[in-house]
């Protein structure tokens, strides 16, 4: 693989997560989510498992998303006028970045639980 080529591939990259941070409602609240998480982290001071634990959460929920979001645009391009299975595959990954904050969510209560619970 020439430079060229490497070098594109992560332009287009960069070029992608751009536009789902820039463009997606819910991109934003899970950013939102993801930077209170890691000031609680900060201000709770957890420990390098947690970070471990917190960090592969947060980038999860944002995969997921994102992969939610190109099957959106794939699905539009397929696409205009409205099919059963077209807004199967939507609801579907809809479904998958739901299962991902529900993780998080859970994940929250193991990592910062102990923390919180001597308040």
């Given amino acids: 693989m020439g430079k060229g080529k490497l070098t594109a591939s992560f332009s287009c990259a960069w070029a992608g997560i751009f536009y789902v941070f820039s463009r997606e409602r819910n ?16 201000l709770l001071e957890i420990n390098r498992i947690e970070w471990g634990m917190l ?50 969510v859970i994940m929250a209560f193991i990592i910062f639980g102990h923390y919180l619970w001597r308040f």
């Fill in 27 to 42: 991109m934003k609240i899970h950013l939102l989510a993801a930077t209170l998480a890691v000031l609680a982290g900060f």
């Fill in 55 to 104: 960090l592969l959460t947060i980038f999860f929920v944002l995969v997921a998303e994102t992969i939610n979001t190109a099957i959106e645009k794939t699905v539009d391009l397929i696409t205009s006028t409205f099919h059963p299975l077209a807004g199967l595959a939507k609801n579907i990954a809809a479904g998958a970045v739901l299962l991902s904050a529900i993780n998080a």
